[in-house]
């Protein structure tokens, strides 16, 4: 984890999750929000990126932009009572799409 990355988990009170992925890379991502589905509920997450990240993304395809990184992940309660994000099904997420899509309407109301 980056120096910069370290201080916004040391400034806010944020949920900050770690991602591995299968050659055993972490990333990081804040809980942006929790969207309830059914019984279940699921979290919106947004990816954390120090400047360094977002120049390199900049400079390798020049387009001076940096795509946000965003995951939906299922949390359910693991062994150890602990919280855990895991990937949804196609059916899951397309649930909490609709979801989602209905709370951001309600808002505009």
Do not use: W
Not at 78 to 90: A, F, H, L, R, S
């Amino acid at each position: 984890m980056s120096d910069k990355e370290k201080e916004i988990l040391d400034e806010d009170a944020d949920v900050i999750v770690e991602m591995t992925d299968e050659e055993g890379n972490s990333y990081y991502y804040r809980e942006e929000m929790i969207i309830p589905v059914g019984d279940d509920k699921f979290a919106l997450l947004i990816g954390i990126h120090d400047e360094e990240e977002e120049e390199e993304h900049a400079h390798s395809c020049g387009c001076g932009e940096h795509d946000e990184d965003v995951l939906i992940a299922k949390v359910v309660m693991g062994e150890d009572g602990e919280e855990e994000y895991i990937e949804p099904t196609d059916e899951e997420f397309d649930a909490v799409q609709r979801a989602y899509d209905a709370l951001m309407d309600d808002e505009e109301d």
